[in-house]
């Protein structure tokens, strides 16, 4: 029944379209969302979830967890990250991967909702260290289209690897439009 709710308001009552679809059978990966440029990507992405009924979480400082707000990010499908002092970021989420039989976690590599002209390498690191694939999926605000693209397997070139996972982004165009990380001007 929540599905059904969730699909009626993201496609009836806001008018935007999917395509594209997770693998299911794929329990852990890094989500990559291009490009990020206002909060209004974050009801998006909640649409986006509950239109195709899986898990897809996020990471956040573990400050955020406590009462009364930590019950809230859970359900969310929020994950505590507990760094400590000589762990970084990137271990410390493979250890969440670790943890978990499904951990699918949405990352906007632009790392800001401002303008960047590279991405990050966080997500790309995550999914190394944690053997998991990239998908890669598109908010595209003029289109009111979510696209969701096939699995990625990194393969150690970075620098090849971004090149090919880039390609999915070219002529998407974010909420903000100025705010957009252009691919084309690479």
């Known amino acids: 029944m ?9 496609f009836k009552l ?26 209004h990507d974050f009801y998006i992405g909640v649409f986006t979830r509950g239109v195709l009924g899986i898990n897809i979480n996020f990471v956040g400082k573990k400050e955020l967890f ?52 590279e991405l990050r390498t966080g997500f790309y690191y995550i999914a190394m260290k944690a053997n998991v694939p990239i998908i890669p999926v598109a908010f595209d605000w003029t289109k009111k289209q979510v696209t969701i693209f096939p699995e990625f397997y990194p393969t150690g070139n970075k620098d090849a690897d971004f090149t090919i996972l880039e390609q999915n982004f070219v002529g998407i ?14």
Do not use: C
């Open 66 to 117: 406590i009462f009364p707000f930590g019950y809230y990010f859970r359900w969310m499908g929020g994950a505590a990250l507990n760094r400590f002092k000589n762990e970084n970021k990137v271990d410390a989420i493979a250890k969440i991967f670790e943890g978990r039989d499904e951990f699918r976690l949405a990352i906007a590599p632009e790392g800001t909702r401002k303008k960047v002209t």
């Open 173 to 186: 165009e974010g909420k903000v439009k100025e705010y957009g990380y252009d691919i084309e001007k690479k």
């Open 14 to 39: 806001m008018g935007w379209k999917l395509l594209g679809n997770f693998d299911t059978s794929i329990k852990k990966s890094v989500v990559i969302v291009i490009p990020h440029t206002s909060w």
């Open 2 to 10: 929540k599905k059904k709710i969730y699909q009626f308001i993201f």
